[in-house]
């Protein structure tokens, strides 16, 4: 890693820098849909089908006690449904409604949109490849070493 002092050079604060602009776009093209990013990632994930609430939790990687609390916001705005598994009465199914998909097709040109502003300058290889290369930093909170 490098010791330079010019900030720019600093991957950590680079990112950090990139990533505020990022969400605070994000956030601004979400929220005029009332949406906020964990509601349109849960809306994502329940796109390719019903999907059981605890596995949900996992797949976005948050408690179930903060899914409980993104379900009760999608749920009240009509956009998901949650409903007893007929198979274990235990267990909660999650769906995306109608209503859910319609606003999922806004959130993702919405998306779209803020992407083209960010990435615009970058090449379909150059996205590809940042993805790549972002898929592996390290972004767990229990180990804060780099490059060791």
């Not at 010791?3 to 979400?30: C, F, N, Y």
């Not at 994930?45 to 797949?59: C, F, I, K, M, Y």
């Not at 179930?64 to 609390?69: A, C, E, K, M, R």
Request: aromatic share 2%; charged share 25%.
């Amino acid at each position: 890693m490098t010791t330079d002092p010019d900030p720019m050079r600093r991957l950590g604060l680079q990112l950090a820098w990139h990533g505020s602009v990022t969400e605070t776009r994000i956030r601004k093209a979400l929220g005029a849909a009332g949406l906020t990013p964990r509601h349109a990632m849960t809306l994502m994930h329940l796109d390719a089908g019903p999907v059981g609430q605890r596995a949900l939790a996992e797949r976005l990687e948050v408690d179930p006690s903060v899914l409980v609390g993104i379900l009760n916001d999608l749920e009240t705005e009509g956009l998901v449904e949650r409903r007893r598994d007929p198979a274990d009465r235990r267990r909660h199914i999650v769906a995306i409604t109608g209503s859910g998909s319609a606003a999922l097709g806004q959130t993702n040109a919405a998306l779209d949109e803020v992407e083209r502003g960010i990435f615009g300058n970058l090449s379909d290889e150059e996205c590809e490849q940042l993805r790549t290369l972002l898929g592996r930093v390290n972004s767990s909170a229990e180990d804060f070493t780099c490059g060791e």
